[in-house]
Every structure is written in C-alpha cells, then in structure tokens.
C-alpha cells in the first residue's frame, strides 16, 4: 500500500478551493446531482485503483452530486455552514485523528472540549457550575440529557436504573407541548422510556403549550416525579415554549425541566432575543447542535447539565486495560454516548476563539435581519401568505396567489415545494404548520447575505407561477 497522503491531501486541497470559490455562484444543488450520485459504482472491487485514482473519481463525481448545503442559499432544515476557522479547525482534526476519550489518549482533545464547554456556558448564559459535552448533535444530546434524568427519576423511586434497569417501575411521565422535536421523541424510545409516554399538552393547531394543562398533570402525580420537555425553537416557525413558567411549575412539583435549544438556544448570543430564553437557567438539562447556528462541520452537539456527576453515573466504562486512566482531568468517554470520540473540540474552540462573543452576536442579529426582510417581502407580495410571526429566523409562509380554493392550496404547495428542490437554484423544504402546507426557509449560514433571500423569494414566485392553478368551483 503506497503512502500517497501528501499527494492525496494536495488533490483534495486544489478540488476544495475551486468548490469554495465556486460556492457564492453556483445553485446550491446542480442539474445532474441525482445522476452523478447513482453513477457511482455499487460493486466492491477485488482490486483497488489507488488513493489519487479513487480520489479523483470522489472529486470529479462527487463534487457534482453533493448539495451546496455549507453555502448560502441552503434554507432547508436549519443548516449551518462551517465558519473558515471551524473548517480549518475540522480538517486539522482529522490530520491529528485525536480520540478524545480521555487526557491519557488526547490532552489536545480534552483540554480543548474543557474550554469548549465553559465558553459555550458564557455563550448561552448558563450557570457556570454546570457540566457539559459535544456530542454529534443534539439526538446525542437529548439521549444523553435524559439518560442522567431517567436516572434521577428512577432514583425518586428508589432504585438505581443505570444498574437494575426499569423493570418494575412505573411509567415515566413526560410532559411536553405540540412543539417538541422528533428527535427528543427518539430518545426516549432509545432509553426505553417510550415515545408514548410524551403527552402532547396542547389544545392549539400550532402546538403551543397548554399551561393550564401542565399544571393540572403536574398536580395530579401527588409529589412523584415526572420530566418536562421545553422547546427553545421549535421547526416550523421559531416559536418558544414560556420556559419561564415551565421552571416555575417544574420547581413546585419537582420535575425535571429539559430544554431542547437545538437552534433556539442561541437567541442567547443577542440582547435583541434573549428574553425568548427566559428560565432556561433553571432548567436541569439543555441541548443544542454546533453544526446548527455556531457553524461547524457536522457533525456536533453539545448537552449541559446542572448535575453534571449525573453523567458518570450512566457512561462510565470499566475495563482492565483502562481502569488506571481516570485522573484529575475530565475524561469525556466516561460522561457521554461515545468512547470512542472525535476530536470535535477543536473545530468549536477555533471558530469561538476565532470570533468571540461578539463575532456571533452580529452574525445572528444579521440573520434575525435576514429572517425578517424575507418576512416583509412575504406580506408585501399579493401570491404569498405569511402564517406566523418571525421571532427568530424561520420565517413559514405558503403561496396563495388569488383565485385559488383553500381545499387546493396543501397540494399546490407541496408541487412548489418539490419544484424548489428540484430547481436548485435555492433550497427550502415544506412542512406542515396549523394543518396547512408551508414553505419554512431557516436562515442559519454566515455566508448568507441580503441578495441570497431575495433570490429565495424570487424563485419561489417564478417556480409558483409556473404551476398550472386550479380553478375555482
């Protein structure tokens, strides 16, 4: 096996450069990407063509069918792009393939997720004596959050579920309003608590919380303890849950407050939002993504803990060839989901480091901007109709042009939606908001400017009015 790393870095190098020069330019999915992806061969050959062989079938192909997502007009789901620091940082950790399980196998690794961690906390505003972790992303998080509070519920009831398990017990009651994220279901399926168990405390088409109701199942456990999913943003338009209040009521009954701010956590990052994070502080867990608002690289997640200990508890690992590595530094393996871990401290300290505090203050209030001239384009054009309101950087609309029946308008978005994306040119997704189909574009990428969202609109119209309408009855 020839040692061809120097030239195979400098190939990827010189098709890197032309991808990021090209990337302000070019339509964030090309003509043939779907092609290009299927013509990559499915037989596992016998013989092998080399490193620079196959790095440049990679390069040559898969350049042509990969998304433009770390661009600036990808508006689907609630994607980031990776600042150059965090870029730089990320192809750094892959040359050094750290495993940041603990100090013995990465000092780099652990002292750098150390730092991570306190300057994430001061981000966010988040009590400095609180614990934490990156994690993949926030599904990791949630799994890892909710694992220390199954263990605190199991705890309340008098035994220890890390090493018995749950058998026996009751049901854990969850509580949560029509907001919650899917992934925050998953894990409690993955935790063996039950995606059931999540009662949905909400009498509103758009999902918000029923306070009333939370307070009433509260009440009703007489003093057993329940866990209380928040939402710091939710998908289809930005809303918050009033976190405030679900401490207070988490507090007078005892429950575990949760607080999932995948995106939303970094309304923290500008004086013009934070009130929407009102309480957060009190929770008993957070959780967010990096490869969200901070701008990373995939992949990245971090969760925060008020009783970080809690950790240890569920993920440590014993083995004999390990048992003499725990010291005094903080070894990550034994507090999360992983063992064996990437270095992904690195690509979060550069980019905080690279642009402080500040840096991400005027990214996200320039993205809130964003966020609301798509909104003011929307209430402005006569075939567009907003269906929320813009607390953060979602914006959901739909197109209504006049004419068209209600009972018409689901499957005339849903064929504009699927037209978006094949177009290419910009990428928004549909979704489905108060029982109607949306658009519900994020603007998420610090590469995105004032003419990336105007072409947004535009295309929407231009691909809408192309649609054949149909009548009225």
């Given at each position: ?67 433009r997502?770390s661009g ?5 789901f ?8 965090a870029?730089?940082?990320d ?55 909710l ?39 998953k ?6 608590l ?44 930005g809303?918050f ?26 309304a ?16 008993q867990?957070?959780?967010?993504d ?14 925060f ?6 950790l240890?508890r ?18 990550f ?103 109607k ?36 009855s």
């Amino acid at each position: 096996m020839k040692d061809d790393t120097l030239q195979a870095l400098e190939l990827v190098d010189e098709e890197a450069q032309r991808y990021l020069a090209s990337l302000e330019e070019q339509p964030v999915k090309l003509p043939h990407a779907d092609e290009a992806a299927q013509s990559l061969t499915a037989d596992f050959p016998e013989e092998g063509m080399g490193a620079l062989q196959a790095l440049r079938t990679l390069t040559s192909t898969g350049m042509e069918a990969a998304t433009r997502s770390s661009g600036p007009r990808f508006f689907h789901f609630v994607t980031g792009g990776g600042t150059p620091a965090a870029l730089a940082a990320d192809w750094l950790a892959s040359v050094l393939d750290q495993n940041s399980f603990s100090w013995v196998s990465s000092p780099l690794g652990t002292r750098l997720e150390a730092i991570s961690v306190d300057w994430l906390k001061e981000l966010f505003y988040l009590p400095a004596s609180w614990g934490g972790i990156l994690t993949t992303g926030t599904t990791t998080a949630h799994i890892t959050a909710l694992a220390a509070a199954r263990g605190w519920w199991a705890e309340r009831h008098g035994v220890d579920a890390d090493q018995e398990g749950l058998t026996g017990l009751p049901p854990v009651p969850v509580f949560t309003s029509g907001y919650v994220h899917t992934t925050a279901l998953k894990a409690l399926s993955v935790l063996g608590l039950g995606r059931s168990r999540a009662r949905i405390l909400s009498n509103d088409p758009t999902g918000k919380l029923d306070l009333h109701a939370l307070r009433h199942e509260l009440r009703g456990l007489n003093g057993a303890p329940a866990i209380v999913i928040a939402t710091a943003g939710e998908v289809n338009a930005g809303h918050f849950d009033p976190i405030a209040a679900m401490a207070d009521l988490a507090a007078e009954f005892g429950a575990w407050l949760h607080v999932d701010g995948a995106f939303g956590l970094f309304a923290a990052a500008s004086p013009r939002t934070t009130r929407l994070l009102e309480g957060v502080e009190r929770a008993q867990s957070v959780v967010s993504d990096g490869h969200k608002w901070l701008n990373v690289p995939y992949d990245c997640g971090f969760a925060f803990l008020r009783e970080p200990e809690r950790l240890a508890r569920t993920f440590t690992i014993s083995a004999d060839y390990i048992s003499g590595l725990v010291d005094a530094h903080p070894d990550f393996g034994h507090l999360g989901l992983e063992s064996s871990r990437r270095a992904r401290s690195l690509a979060v300290w550069a980019t905080l480091r690279a642009y402080g505090r500040s840096g991400y203050r005027t990214m996200v209030e320039r993205h809130l901007d964003l966020a609301q001239r798509i909104a003011q384009q929307v209430d402005a054009a006569p075939d567009l109709e907003r269906l929320a309101e813009v607390p953060l950087n979602i914006v959901c609309f739909r197109y209504h042009p006049p004419g068209v029946p209600e009972e018409e308008l689901d499957r005339l978005n849903e064929r504009l939606g699927a037209a978006v994306l094949t177009d290419g040119r910009v990428y928004a997704g549909t979704t489905r908001y108060a029982g109607k189909v949306a658009l519900r574009p994020a603007v998420t990428n610090w590469r995105t400017a004032e003419a990336d969202v105007d072409l947004l609109v535009e295309v929407i119209r231009e691909l809408g009015a192309r649609l054949p309408l149909p009548s009225a009855s």
